[in-house]
């Protein structure tokens, strides 16, 4: 594998400074990749108008091609964080425009390409906002294939077409997981479920790997229903972190936790969505078991599926403790 910079005129900023990662990864056998650490592409998907498409500039690789918003990652970002801000570069997405959903990755061993798949949740226009678009367009999904396609988004359209029906939901029983890490949340219920809420949004951004939810792709960023009740009733909503919409909603009990869960799972299995409960109570998982339903049934998971998952969150990013401390 061989680093090779831009000449004058190729991607990336042919008019301004590189970024870290803004270099061509070049095979032993000569093939050409973008991104010394990597690129990401953003599918922004509205369920409206389609999903964002870019026509890319003569200059560009596969120049004429349509393709996603996407670029080179920088040093030290995820995929979804690159994508994303790949796209507010090139395209103009305004800060809490999308929310993660999935991510499909293209490793090749010298250089990977990741497809951020992310469901637009405040609609917006894109902007032409740097040198590397002819045009941005909303084009409903049944129309890409009409399009010339960039010969790698061409190749992963099929899978990634398929799988934007799919919409993981977890849905937690905040009184059954906060009573299950003996820190002291007796003392201030309120306090230890807006804890957890942080440690969610967190858990949600970051993505949970595939062979977890037994889904396709490679990491999901699942839609996450926290369920409160009693004491804990009225802690906060959640706040947007930066460029991304939170992945945390919280729906207050006004009687009877069980009984909020037991509908709201109900409700999402009935949308279509493939849902997962986390609780370890008997009773609640029976009732969530035996729901009705013409689609996929929920799946219960335990308190420690969770846990141990929260457990890997760093404590700089949620300014929380991990579960057991």
């Known amino acids: 594998m061989t680093i090779v910079p831009p000449a004058p005129g190729e991607p990336r900023r042919p008019f301004g400074p590189l970024d870290s990662g803004d270099a061509w990864v070049v ?28 026509h890319r500039v003569a200059w560009s690789h596969h120049g004429g091609t349509w393709a996603l918003p996407g670029g080179a990652k920088h040093a030290d970002e995820s995929a979804r964080e690159g994508a ?17 959903r999935f991510e499909s990755v293209m490793e090749l061993g010298i250089w990977s390409y990741t497809t951020v798949v992310a469901d637009v949740v405040v609609p917006f226009e894109p902007v032409i906002s740097d040198p590397e678009s002819l045009a941005l367009e909303w084009v409903p999904v049944d129309e890409v294939d009409a399009r010339p396609l960039h010969p790698g988004f061409a190749s992963a359209w099929p899978e990634l077409r398929a799988l934007l029906t799919v919409r993981p939901v977890v849905v ?13 949340w007796w003392k201030d219920r309120a306090g230890a479920t807006a804890r957890l809420r942080d440690r969610l949004d967190v858990w949600a951004q970051r993505g949970v790997e595939a062979s977890r939810v037994a889904l396709d792709s490679t990491r999901w960023h699942p839609r996450v229903v926290l369920v409160t009740e009693g004491a804990a009733r009225d802690v906060a909503d959640p706040e947007d ?24 799972v109900a409700e999402h299995v009935a949308a279509g969505d493939r849902v997962f409960a986390v609780t370890s109570d008997r009773g609640l998982t029976e009732r969530i078991e035996a729901l009705p339903g013409d ?5 219960v998971r335990p308190v420690r599926w ?12 949620s300014s929380v403790p991990t579960a057991g401390n």
């Open 27 to 54: 095979s032993p056998t000569g093939e050409r990749y973008w991104g010394r650490f990597g690129a990401a592409g953003l599918l922004a998907y509205d369920p409206d108008r389609g999903v964002l498409l870019q």
């Open 295 to 299: 689609g996929d049934p929920a799946e």
């Open 84 to 100: 994303i801000r790949e796209a507010q570069e090139e395209a103009g997405v305004p800060d809490g425009a999308v929310r993660a």
């Open 306 to 317: 969770l846990l141990d998952q929260l457990d890997q969150v760093p404590v700089a990013e």
């Open 241 to 264: 972190r930066d460029d991304v919409a939170c992945a945390v909603e919280i729906v207050r009990a006004p009687a009877a936790g069980d009984d909020s869960i037991v509908a709201v």
């Open 172 to 184: 937690v029983d905040a009184a059954n997981v906060v009573g299950s890490v003996p820190d002291g």
